[in-house]
T-cell receptor
């Protein structure tokens, strides 16, 4: 049974703070993804990674960076949090290649004040 | 890049009726089209998917159809039940690192 976990369910940060969101998967998946979910906008891809130390920009990478030092862990970093980054953040993983099921984490509800 | 449009944004049906959600995509190279269901407060989960070499796929009360020429695909739910109430997302992929582009979501409400 695939398990994708995220470090926090709820997080409150102040404008300008550096924020780290952690995601860990236990199924040896090569691909990992970070999305943000906002009402009416669906799931928008921020960054993804198809291998350790590899990263690719998604559709909305501005204001974010990522780190993948180990296969099972994919971190999303908000260098200087802003109020417009208040959102639900979802991590996902999948096997290598394309056309496969993505398994999602429970999400982190981030509020930036 | 790929763009996926999903309609309607909200859908309300009576229990037992059918529900249809439609998506269009822009990249003719897309070849994988999954549908995810997200219940309130829970994570999205895959419910059905279809590949570009197939026109239709069924799994009990749900089915997905694909029209490659028109670049659209649809989710059909028959005999809807209150537990079908959720947000449904379509997505498209060209197999680039497993990347999916999602539609905006449809909030389905099934009234008893």
């Amino acid at each position: 049974d695939v398990k994708v976990t995220q470090s926090s369910r709820y997080l409150v940060k102040r404008t300008g703070e550096k924020v780290f969101l952690e995601c860990v998967q236990d199924m040896d998946h090569e691909n990992m993804f970070w999305y943000r979910q906002d009402p009416g906008l669906g799931l928008r891809l921020i960054y993804f990674s198809y291998d350790v130390k590899m990263k690719e920009k998604g559709d909305i990478p501005e204001g974010y960076s990522v780190s993948r030092e180990k296969k099972e862990r994919f971190s999303l970093i908000l260098e200087s949090a802003s109020t417009n980054q208040t959102s639900m953040y979802l991590c996902a993983s999948s096997l290598s290649g394309g056309g496969g099921e993505q398994y999602f984490g429970p999400g982190t509800r981030l509020t930036v004040t | 890049g790929e763009n996926v449009e999903q309609h309607p944004s909200t859908l309300s049906v009576q229990e037992g009726d059918s529900a249809v959600i439609k998506c269009t995509y822009s990249d003719s190279a897309s070849n994988y089209f999954p549908w995810y269901k997200q219940e309130l407060g829970k994570r999205p989960q895959l419910i059905i998917d279809i590949r570009s070499n197939v026109g239709e796929k069924k799994d009990q009360r749900i089915a997905v159809t694909l029209n490659k020429t028109a670049k659209h695909f649809s989710l059909h739910i028959t005999e809807t039940q209150p537990e079908d109430s959720a947000v449904y997302f379509c997505a498209a992929s060209t197999n680039q690192g497993g990347k999916l582009i999602f539609g905006q979501g449809t909030e389905l409400s099934v009234k008893p």
